[in-house]
């Protein structure tokens, strides 16, 4: 029994619980997060403290980092020595800390992310200004607590006369709580500090007049004063920084950006490894080489362009996909009254003032008793002196030390103290300058207790003591920014020649959805000749376009795919293309009606759309420009199954021209339709019967006399007329009649199109056969006629559907002004 009452029987979770709680209070408190006061995490001050200690300062020769590491490890820091080792050489980096708490001799690690030597090959010593964070520890500043074993004492806090959170800056994670703190100006820390103590009501927009923003030991340039001021303000804020870069011109046509500041804790060699990949990968052109140059004269990074390259757009590209501009995010969480707080500069100002305030306080009181005590004790001399001879008489007559000291207290009044110095008092005390120096010392003594009387009576004299050293400090370790501060953040522009090799491509689009692009080379290589395509299928465009344009392709749903072309697949001329299906989600039965490249979307350019219920809309091309383009966006609104049957670009002086399967066409201006938006539905464009819809709506500048109207019905009749046959009308209207209506077995208009000399026509029956039409073999027709047969309805089956073949263009050429 007696056995068994030492085991506990607890369920699991209340375990674990405790002993997680027990281990987060333990890396919260005393691993993670610095103390608000002094900056320090526990064992950066076990560290310094123990260098201290040792006598390793900054003013005396280096020592073996190992044997620092041993002495922190068995006296004050009971875990593994790299961890020691690591944070005492992060103490010694400068591109990692602002201002250096540790110097250390041999390799420390680079900014590249190299490792430093081990700690038997490294020496280390106390910085100059670290002796500023120890200053007055041994007058009883700051509290001591036992160590780990009992063994020696060690602080809770050093005095830090220097202000080292703000300073130096601070990052760690804990559980539950992690901290970003930057370094800044010891300057500008020190004279907001100052100000603070002067106004303790001043605001953070004040404070920021003489505390710009953090300071980075590696330079580079911060963006974005609001996101500052939110983070000074709460303790949490975004910041741009970026790398400090320069555009040289070099021989000729030819530049080079050279890059000599990084964000801070970036990794040089990732960086360039980074930059290096992106060229290799040709995700952006226009680079040539890339160099790391830096040597013992400074960091520089080389970044070579070829001829004619965009300096600027190169330099925004690398600004916005590699580490050369960062976001850094301010979470400003420090250790305050043994928790762990999120302050804002006011608070953190706050703490080490009041941290200041007690040091100072503490530091007065001890040298105030000091000069008492000795005070008293000089006091004692100068009145044995003056009774010399009755002394020397009694003290000659005592049995011993002891009992010298009771009879000059009982016979003279002196004190233990006075009575302990005067029987240790040295013969050659005894001459006249000696006396004369006592005086001096006990008038010197009094004029130090004023002092210190006045300075713990009066706050305001406290606080002149913190403000005069440090002015002090400022005078003697305060250096220039490094860090330049922009209030805006710049918005980082890429030209798209930037990312994508220019090259002319053709690209080919079918009526199911079939796209690719096909180099020149691949087409030429064909002669043109034996193009992949589905049966069924038919081109519904073929362009030759650079890959840096776009194309904006239409289905019959009234949904739009923006396609930048250096996206589309790249594939032979020989090969089937890629269904839309892989690249945006569209519907199985979704088709293409027409694929319309843009170069230029801020061009006074309009969309006409067409749709088979008699809708008409006109939008500006520039609103179809799309950002985000991974699905099918709306063009129209389309209601009641309504359908896309046709989409033109326009200069907006066109004329439209809609042509129904009743044989009514409706001739007008696009002026008569307003402009509308992007998603809206249109308006009515013809007026319609029961049982009629629009075959196809045409847009056309001046028709020249070799530009003829079409029209093919379901009985295999083709018509060409001339655009005179018709009246210029108003929009919805009835239109004017194009057939002749037959009581029996009346046409109707399967395809309508405008042609030109030279021109096809492609139709399908419900044999499933193809046939061509050359239309100007054809005679001219007026409106009443019903054309002439091309083939016989009961033999070879009704028309189902008519195209014009895709032919190859290139829309941007000079010759062509008529598309975008």
């Given amino acids: 029994m007696a056995f068994q009452e030492k085991f506990l029987d607890l369920p699991l979770e209340e375990v674990i619980g405790d002993r997680f709680g027990r281990y987060s209070k333990y890396i919260i408190q005393d691993r993670a997060l610095p103390d608000a006061r002094d900056g320090l995490k526990p064992v950066q001050r076990r560290i310094l403290f123990a260098m201290h200690e040792e006598r390793n300062t900054h003013d005396k020769p280096f020592r073996k980092s190992a044997k620092t590491v041993g002495n922190v490890i068995g006296n004050y820091h009971p875990h593994g020595d790299s961890s020691v080792y690591e944070a005492m050489v992060r103490l010694s980096q400068e591109w990692k800390v602002r201002n250096v708490l540790v110097e250390m001799h041999g390799n420390n690690g680079s900014v590249d992310g190299d490792p430093p030597a081990a700690m038997r090959y490294t020496e280390a010593r106390l910085s100059s200004i670290s002796s500023e964070l120890i200053r007055d520890i041994d007058k009883e500043t700051v509290d001591f607590i036992p160590n780990f074993d009992d063994t020696i004492n060690e602080p809770v806090v050093l005095p830090a006369r220097i202000p080292n959170l703000l300073a130096n800056g601070s990052t760690g994670i804990s559980a539950g709580y992690a901290t970003e703190i930057p370094p800044h100006n010891l300057g500008e820390v020190i004279d907001a500090v100052i100000k603070k103590i002067d106004n303790p009501e001043i605001t953070i927009d004040e404070l920021m007049k003489v505390m710009k923003g953090p300071d980075f030991p590696t330079g580079g ?105 960062i976001t850094y995010n301010f979470n400003m969480v420090a250790i305050k009254d043994k928790t762990p707080t999120l302050l804002n500069l006011t608070s953190m100002l706050e703490c080490y003032i009041e941290h200041q305030k007690e040091v100072v306080t503490r530091q007065s009181k001890f040298d105030l008793r000091k000069a008492k005590e000795r005070s008293h004790i000089v006091q004692g001399l100068i009145k044995a002196i003056s009774i010399l001879d009755e002394l020397i008489a009694t003290i000659r007559s005592s049995k011993d030390k002891q009992d010298a000291k009771s009879r000059i207290k009982e016979f003279y009044g002196f004190t233990e103290e006075q009575a302990e110095a005067i029987v240790n008092l040295q013969l050659y005390r005894l001459t006249n300058t000696d006396i004369t120096s006592l005086q001096e010392e006990a008038e010197e003594l009094q004029k130090k207790i004023d002092k210190w009387e006045a300075i713990l009576n009066d706050e305001k004299k406290l606080f002149s003591v913190i403000k005069s050293d440090l002015k002090e400090l400022k005078k003697k370790y305060a250096d220039k920014r490094k860090t330049v501060i922009e209030n805006e953040i710049e918005e980082l522009k890429i030209n798209l020649e930037v990312m994508i090799a220019s090259e002319d491509v053709l690209v080919s689009v079918t009526r199911d959805g079939y796209v690719k692009r096909t180099s020149l080379r691949s087409y030429a290589a064909s002669n043109g000749a034996d193009f992949a395509i589905k049966d069924d299928d038919h081109l519904v465009a073929l362009e030759e376009i650079n890959t840096t344009d776009k194309l904006l392709i239409f289905t019959n749903k009234g949904r739009f795919i923006f396609a930048p072309v250096h996206e589309l697949p790249d594939i032979r001329w020989k090969d089937l293309g890629q269904h839309l299906s892989n690249i945006v989600l569209i519907d199985k039965d979704e088709i293409i009606i027409k694929a319309i490249p843009v170069r230029d979307f801020q061009e006074d350019k309009y969309l006409i759309f067409f749709t088979k219920y008699g809708m008409i809309k006109r939008s500006e091309l520039k609103l179809y420009e799309a950002q985000r383009y991974s699905k099918a966006l709306v063009a129209v609104n389309l209601k009641n199954e309504d359908q896309v049957v046709n989409v033109h670009v326009t200069d907006g002086h066109s004329d439209v021209f809609i042509a129904s399967n009743k044989g009514y066409g409706l001739w007008y201006h696009e002026s008569e339709v307003s402009p509308v938006g992007q998603r809206a539905a249109g308006v009515k464009a013809i007026q319609l019967k029961d049982d009629e819809y629009v075959i196809n709506g045409l847009v056309f500048d001046e028709l020249s006399s070799d530009t003829n109207l079409v029209l093919v019905t379901q009985r295999g009749a083709c018509k060409r007329m001339k655009l005179d046959e018709f009246e210029k009308g108003s929009r919805a209207k009835r239109g004017l009649v194009m057939l002749r209506e037959l009581k029996r077995k009346p046409h109707r208009i399967v395809g309508f199109s405008l042609v030109n000399e030279q021109d096809t026509i492609q139709f399908k029956t419900t044999e499933g056969k193809t046939h061509t039409i050359y239309p100007l073999e054809l005679t001219k027709s007026d409106r009443y006629s019903n054309g002439s047969y091309i083939i016989d309805s009961d033999e070879q089956g009704e028309v189902v559907e008519i195209w014009e073949p895709a032919n190859y263009s290139k829309p941007f050429s000079d010759k062509d002004n008529n598309l975008t």
Wanted: hydrophobic letters at 35%; aromatic letters at 4%.
């Fill in 221 to 325: 340039i911060i963006q974005g004063v609001d996101g500052l001021r939110q983070a000074y303000k709460t303790g949490k804020g975004k910041i741009i920084v970026r790398g400090k870069a320069e555009v040289e011109k070099l021989r000729s046509t030819r530049e080079q950006i050279v890059i000599d500041e990084i964000p801070y804790e970036v990794n040089k060699a990732n960086l360039v490894k980074r930059m290096d990949e992106l060229r290799i990968d040709r995700k952006v052109e226009g680079i040539a080489e890339i160099r790391d140059e830096t040597d013992r004269t400074g960091l520089r990074i080389v970044v070579e362009l070829k001829k004619d390259a965009d300096s600027e757009g190169i330099l925004h590209y690398l600004y916005k996909n590699t580490d050369l501009q």
